[in-house]
């Protein structure tokens, strides 16, 4: 059974950062894509970046250029640093990753941006 624990969540104000990081239980190498998707209350889960095993990303049209994904395939860790955050980027962050037809979610960690 994978595990992807999320950490570096917390409460920041307008215009700060914030960097996610996301440990799997296994080498990220074996996955297709990893990514991080998020979940205001009340919305549904969303895309915020993905990145391939070749280095690929992918951003949400709203965090690109203030959001950058990175991985490290030594430490098993896909990183989300997100700059100028705005309070509508509060929400659950969740990792993701997939392997073929087979998808493993993280628990989620909480970004509050907030005066």
């Known amino acids: 059974q994978v595990q992807l624990v999320e950490s570096g969540g917390g409460l920041v104000q307008p215009g700060g950062s914030l960097r996610l990081s996301c440990v799997a239980s296994?080498?990220?190498?074996?996955?297709?894509?990893m990514g991080w998707y998020r979940q205001a209350p009340g919305k549904q889960r969303e895309l915020v970046a993905t990145?391939?095993?070749?280095?690929?990303?992918n951003y949400a049209d709203s965090v690109k250029g203030r959001f950058t994904i990175s991985r490290d395939n030594a430490k098993n860790t896909v990183y989300l640093q997100m700059n100028s955050l705005k309070p509508e980027d509060t929400a659950v962050y969740y990792c993701?990753?997939?392997?073929?037809?087979?998808?493993?979610w993280g628990q989620g960690t909480q970004v509050a941006v907030s005066s």
């Open positions: 296994r080498s990220i190498i074996s996955f297709n894509v």
């Open positions: 993701h990753a997939r392997s073929g037809l087979t998808v493993y």
């Open positions: 990145i391939t095993t070749g280095g690929t990303t």
